[in-house]
């Protein structure tokens, strides 16, 4: 449980800091609600979004993963390409699309959930054979 623990608050701390971004934005830009058509303002909100979006099962399926599976190495990895997934992301929607940072942080952040998924699948099936067949 520490992994899952230390990966949510590294994320929770970089959704956060997101979120800040947008409010640092819509006092400069004088933009209270929505995006006011502001470029900048849309790529943050969309950042923060995003962020939000695809964190929370990503960290269930870890938790779960860590459930079954103890703190392997391999877990281990995926949590912090998890992590370094999610900050490439931010980086990459301030620039031109397409480019890497951008990339790198979807693929590495499906690539971890898919991983995880098929972790969990396997835990599961192994576990429950019968579960499939009948009882």
Do not use: K
């Amino acid at each position: 449980m520490q992994l899952t623990m230390i990966t949510a608050g590294l994320l929770a701390l970089l959704v956060v800091a997101l979120g800040f971004r947008i409010s640092l934005r819509r006092r400069q830009a004088r933009i209270p609600i929505g995006d006011g058509g502001d470029a900048i303002l849309q790529q943050r909100i969309r950042a923060h979004g995003n962020c939000v979006e695809t964190v929370p099962l990503a960290l269930i399926l870890l938790f779960l993963a860590e459930q079954a599976y103890g703190q392997p190495w391999y877990l281990i990895a995926l949590a912090a390409l998890l992590v370094a997934s999610r900050l490439l992301h931010p980086i990459g929607m301030g620039l031109p699309a397409p480019n890497l940072p951008r990339v790198a942080g979807i693929l590495g952040t499906w690539g971890v959930t898919a991983l995880l998924a098929i972790l969990l699948l396997w835990r599961g099936l192994s576990l429950c054979g019968s579960c499939l067949v009948g009882a």
